[in-house]
């Protein structure tokens, strides 16, 4: 298949992935609150891309919910080019992604994070995964998402789980508090062997992310909490700030790589509080 052709393809399948999501957000938040929807340019003269960001905060479910999307093109400084496959050359580069990230005004439901992309410099491959920061440990749940989850992976192989999974764990680890950001999810990267293959479990991990999101936040929403538990979160999303600013490498991608401050900080929390 021509290259430009599975760009292409990738691209349209995050576009769509974006609508699904929000639509799916808003029903849960329906009829309160609705996402606020902004397009930006990479670089409008040199016509590298762009993308839209779409923020909702303050809703009755969600303190704050950021589902980005993004196709964008350029070139990599020569100190980057080392880091990224393919890139060593001329540092040309295309990527796509859908990135979601999801704080809860209930500190019962865990604050969700989930992201897929397509990168291609002289050659291209996929990206993602999805991880889970609650503040209230729930055993049942843990047992539950990481099901759902090996049931997927094992649609399309039956060593995925183990290996993304435990990819995650060490992916999602603060060394300096020497503790995991939550009880993980799946991670994985450079996944290139078979487009066709590669892209059909990209799309089946975006769905499921979808069934997860929809089946805790229903069953969870109207749970009773604490202003004890309130604070507790604040200090659990403190972690994940703490993770994203430090060590996220698609945080780190996008700043180096021109892309808007604003859509990649979207995953930072309203509010987050240290001891």
């Given amino acids: 298949m021509n290259k430009e052709i599975k760009k292409k393809i990738a691209k349209s399948w995050f576009k769509t992935l974006q609508n699904i999501i929000c639509f799916e957000i808003e029903k849960l938040e329906k009829p309160s609150s609705k996402f606020v929807c902004k397009k930006w340019e990479k670089n409008k003269k040199k016509n590298e891309g762009g993308g839209e960001y779409r923020i909702l905060q303050n809703g009755k479910i969600f303190e704050k919910v950021g589902v980005n999307f993004s196709e964008v093109s350029g070139k990599f400084s020569k100190d980057i080019r080392k880091k990224i496959p393919g890139a060593n050359k001329k540092g040309n580069f295309w990527a796509s992604g859908i990135s979601v990230v999801m704080h809860m005004k209930n500190p019962n439901i865990p604050a969700m ?4 992309r397509y990168i291609y410099t002289s050659h ?3 990206g993602g995964g999805m991880d889970f920061t609650p503040c209230i440990e729930d055993i049942s749940e843990k047992k539950w998402l990481h099901s759902m989850l090996r049931k997927t992976c094992n649609l399309h192989n039956k060593n995925y789980y183990s290996k993304y999974k435990k990819w995650c764990d060490e ?6 508090r020497k503790e995991m950001r939550g ?3 799946i991670f994985f990267d450079y996944k290139k062997k ?3 293959k590669d892209f059909a479990f990209v799309r089946d991990v975006g769905i499921t992310f979808k069934d997860i999101f929809i089946a805790i936040i229903s ?3 109207k749970k009773k909490w604490s202003s004890k538990q309130k604070e507790l979160q604040y200090f659990k999303r403190g972690r994940y700030v703490e993770f ?6 698609g945080t780190k991608f996008g700043l180096q790589t021109g892309g808007n401050v604003d859509a ?3 995953s930072l929390p309203p509010i987050a509080k240290w001891k």
Avoid: A, P, Q
């Fill in 113 to 116: 994070h989930f992201n897929t």
């Fill in 124 to 126: 291209g491959w996929f």
């Fill in 171 to 176: 992916y999602f680890y603060l060394s300096h």
């Fill in 183 to 185: 009880i993980g999810g």
């Fill in 194 to 196: 078979n487009w066709e």
């Fill in 219 to 221: 069953k969870k929403f």
């Fill in 244 to 249: 994203n600013l430090i060590y996220d490498r």
């Fill in 264 to 266: 990649i900080l979207m």
